[in-house]
């Protein structure tokens, strides 16, 4: 019988910035889903985001929805 519980999830930093620094956007993305297991999709779209304003890319009105 499990009579307590105190999970650590977090910090699961494994040199991304090492690891994409030489990479495309595009390869660099699925890194993102690697650093949070337990929220991943919300690291992807930071990322995909971040991106996009650098770029200065305005994806098309039906992308914005889907997300």
Not at 1 to 27: A, M, S
Request: aromatic fraction near 10%; charge should be positive; charged fraction near 25%.
């Amino acid at each position: 019988t499990v009579k307590k519980c105190d999970p650590h999830v977090g910090l699961l930093h494994r040199g991304t910035e090492k690891l994409i620094e030489y990479k495309t956007y595009l390869q660099a993305l699925p890194y993102f889903d690697r650093l949070d297991y337990v929220s991943m999709m919300c690291n992807e779209q930071a990322y995909s985001l971040a991106v996009e304003k650098l770029l200065n890319i305005r994806p098309p009105l039906r992308a914005q929805w889907i997300r």
